[in-house]
Nanobody
């Protein structure tokens, strides 16, 4: 069992930056690929970024490529999402998730086994 707790969300103006963190419980964090997803009001949850268990492989949604960076620190059981050049359309609840896989980090939410409670990001124009 893995418990995930996100932090770092909040209000920010367009063009600004935020760094989200996701702290995981348990001693097997490095067995999991980690992903970030988001859900805006009235919309389905969508993939944002993912990182393999080793941190070597990363994958981004086209909408955030070049602006967001996912990283992880296995010694701290934490995954990060650095978000730069934020846009109003980035406004959403952001969730981190863990997938039990040693393969390429998945982009489908169905592949993820554990989820955090989410953190709100609000970008104003």
């Amino acid at each position: 069992q893995v418990q995930l707790v996100e932090s770092g969300g909040g209000p920010v103006q367009a063009g600004g930056s935020l760094r989200l963190s996701c702290a995981a419980s348990g001693r097997t964090f490095n067995r999991y690929a980690m992903g970030w997803f988001r859900q805006a009001p009235g919309k389905e949850r969508e993939f944002v970024a993912a990182i393999s268990w080793s941190g070597v492989n990363t994958y981004y949604a086209d909408s955030v490529k070049g602006r967001f960076t996912i990283s992880r620190d296995n010694a701290k059981n934490t995954v990060y999402l650095q978000m730069n050049s934020l846009k109003p359309e980035d406004t959403a609840v952001y969730y981190c998730a863990a997938a039990i896989t040693y393969g390429f980090p998945p982009s489908s939410s169905d592949r993820y086994n554990y989820w955090g409670q989410g953190t709100q990001v609000t970008v104003s124009s």
